[in-house]
């Protein structure tokens, strides 16, 4: 079947701009996650969901950034007035539930905030 | 919070050679602990995983080791082949009451060379 799609692939924004990137899951995961791929580092946790609630944000780098989760399924990651340090991948990962459920990931969104 | 050491951050080897990747984890708690292998320029993906109950675990070429009173994993690979050649990352969780995050290590750029 499907498996987890991000859009959009590659995204290039001015400073001070807002960006909104999307995560579709595999159909019937309830568990999905967030993490950032800085160039040449390992990915950074920002955010779970269980459904639609968020019972994890530890990661969120500050408050410009922010998730949703709506209908149980597709989530945005926004990043309000961008910075340049947010430059990075973003990868969306989805898994069945939770605890040792193999977490699948999406192709990621490659953000460059000039 | 949960912190992951990975080295080497670069390994190169023969092909027909091991390989092999050590982490560190500072939380005693951490139960589970996937590596995950990821290709240029795709996502990554989940290749072996172990739980804290046992010490090792076998996949054909593939072999991860655990020793819970050092805290620390290690993957193996054998008779390693060029399609080897990735970046690959541990990872630790802790399964009940952890909220649910992978914490990362900073990877390991294996390259097998012919």
Known sequence: GAGVSQSPSNKVTEKGKDVELRCDPISGHTALYWYRQSLGQGLEFLIYFQGNSAPDKSGLPSDRFSAERTGGSVSTLTIQRTQQEDSAVYLCASSLSSGTDTQYFGPGTRLTVL | ?114
């Open chain 2, 1 to 114: 919070g949960e912190n992951v050491e990975q080295h080497p951050s670069t390994l190169s080897v023969q092909e027909g050679d091991s390989a092999v990747i050590k982490c560190t984890y500072s939380d005693s708690a951490s139960n589970y602990f996937p590596w995950y292998k990821q290709e240029l320029g795709k996502r990554p993906q989940l290749i072996i995983d172990i739980r804290s109950n046992v010490g090792e675990k076998k996949d054909q070429r593939i072999a991860v080791t655990l020793n819970k009173t050092a805290k620390h994993f290690s993957l193996h690979i054998t008779e390693t082949q060029p399609e080897d050649s990735a970046v690959y990352f541990c990872a630790a969780k802790i399964l009940t009451g952890g909220g649910n995050k992978l914490t990362f290590g900073t990877g390991t750029q294996l390259k097998v060379e012919l």
